[in-house]
């Protein structure tokens, strides 16, 4: 992308003096403030559908900023919402039987650890599920206390 730079003052030649050479327009002054012109429209980018190239500069907006004004990476780095977990992240915990793509707390899955024996529910506190085939457990089996 250029900018066009005037190279001939041609307001400046109305000033000078009759039949003073500097006061003729020469048509190579006009021609290349032609060229000029031609390269600096030719290498803008269009208002629609602009492909930027180079790095483009935008003015960072204010924080908090909630508009269709673009946002640089300068915005994006001061507003980032950190989504690395630390600590005891918690949420809230889903209703009995729920069966979406939500988060389940330890709480849910808590109350809904059930084991049917004989036709009769029984919630266990504990439910294991052995997968050590390596050491030759058995494989696959669930066992709970209660």
């Known amino acids: 992308m250029s900018n066009y730079t005037k190279s001939t003052n041609f307001a400046v030649k109305d000033g000078l003096s009759a039949g003073t050479a500097a006061k003729r327009v020469r048509g190579t002054e006009i021609d290349d403030e ?3 012109i031609a390269v600096a429209v030719a290498t803008k980018a269009n208002t629609n559908n ?11 907006p204010a924080t908090a900023t909630n508009s269709t004004q673009l946002a640089t990476t300068a915005y994006v780095q001061a507003n980032k919402v950190n989504t690395a977990l630390t600590g005891v992240p918690t949420a809230p915990t889903a209703t009995a ?3 979406t793509t939500q988060i389940a707390t330890t709480a849910f899955a808590s ?5 049917i024996l004989d036709g009769t529910a029984v919630t266990g506190s504990k439910i294991y599920v052995d997968t050590d085939a390596a050491t030759g457990g058995n494989n696959g089996d669930i066992w709970f206390e209660y």
């Open 97 to 99: 039987g729920t069966s």
């Open 111 to 115: 109350s809904a650890a059930s084991v």
């Open 34 to 36: 032609y060229n000029a």
């Open 50 to 60: 602009a492909a930027l190239t180079g790095t483009p500069t935008a003015p960072t």
